[in-house]
């Protein structure tokens, strides 16, 4: 740079001030269908698919060059769901799953996109009345092209990643009474690296707890002079997890509560929510390839928001 005749909004190496040397432009779009097919009185057959096209330009915008790629993918979905009496179906699936992923590797190629296989069982019951609903289910997951560190180049990433997940999952939500309503969650889940280009075979997903379980109860008066009056509680449990792929930065678990108090009267709606009540000290996440390079992030501390709605 001359400093005598400056040329405003650059840096040194020539890079203009505010903007990024890559731009893209993706377009997404999806096709779907799904049939119920009702084999008996209480055996039904759930027949899906959808398809997928999409096409992603990336911009060097100094180089004044430009990478096209597109790809297109069917993705099925098939589930038997059977009743032996009303309030209980037990049921099986099976899917697949495509997502897209926009972005370059270090030799410019574009990403491929994130192919899904899951297998899953499961269990509902539907209790009160039909008011609570549990549903419990086992689940196999394997997802594949995963965005990995490039052990190659910092700062960049190759999908050649390929993950397991085996776990439960159980969800309880509904009215216990009039005005009491709840949302309950526990998930056990043990996602193991299948392939990868920097991450030994067998290791857990950096990232990922084993153990998350979740509470969130609400009451509104129903009736009365304080009609519309509420209050809610929630609760929440984030298991140990490694965040870095040599398994040397483990982050600690971490229980959080949240409240709210809210008033409800036809189109209006205001609130108070607090997060993190008890303004307690955790670390949320974290990202590294190696304990020297990783990064941990703490959690938001007490924080009190006000909102005011307005249905029309």
């Known amino acids: 740079m001359n400093i005598f005749n400056p040329v405003y909004g650059q840096l040194g190496n020539g890079t203009l001030l505010g903007q990024s040397k890559n731009s893209t432009i993706a377009d997404n779009l999806g096709v779907y269908a799904q049939d119920l097919i ?31 790629s597109s790809s297109q993918a069917f993705s099925p979905r098939v589930g038997l769901v059977y009743q032996p009496i009303k309030p209980i179906s037990l049921y099986a699936s099976y899917a697949r799953s495509f997502i897209p992923q926009t972005g370059l590797t270090a030799t410019g ?66 009215e216990i009474s009039p005005g009491w309503n709840v949302i309950a ?70 229980f959080r509560t949240d409240a709210a108090l809210f008033y409800r009267q036809g189109k209006f709606d205001a609130a108070l929510n607090f997060q993190n009540l008890f303004d307690v000290n955790y670390f949320e996440t974290g990202f590294g390839s190696t304990p020297t390079d990783t990064k941990v992030y703490y959690g938001y501390p007490f924080t009190v928001n006000f909102t005011l709605g307005w249905k029309f």
Do not use: M
């Open 38 to 68: 009702a084999l008996s009185q209480n055996l039904k057959l759930v027949l899906g698919g959808r398809y997928d096209w999409t096409g992603e330009t990336d911009r060097d915008k100094l180089a004044l060059t430009s990478t096209e």
């Open 109 to 174: 190629q574009p990403f491929q996109p994130q192919r899904g296989t899951q297998y899953e069982v499961g269990a509902k019951a539907d209790l009160l009345g039909d008011k609570l609903s549990v549903n419990l289910a086992l689940f196999d997951l394997t997802q594949s092209n995963i965005l990995t560190n490039d052990p190659n180049n910092s700062g960049f990433a190759i999908p050649v990643g390929e993950v397991n997940s085996k776990g439960i999952e159980l969800f309880v939500t509904g």
């Open 185 to 254: 969650s526990y998930a056990y889940a043990d996602p193991r690296v299948t392939e990868d280009n920097s991450i030994p075979v067998g290791k857990q997903l950096p990232g990922a707890a084993q153990n998350i379980a979740s509470l969130w109860t609400t009451y509104i008066i129903p009736k009365g002079n304080l009609k519309g009056f509420g209050a809610g509680l929630g609760l929440y449990y984030v298991g140990d997890r490694f965040v870095d792929s040599a398994e040397a930065v483990k982050l600690p678990s971490y």
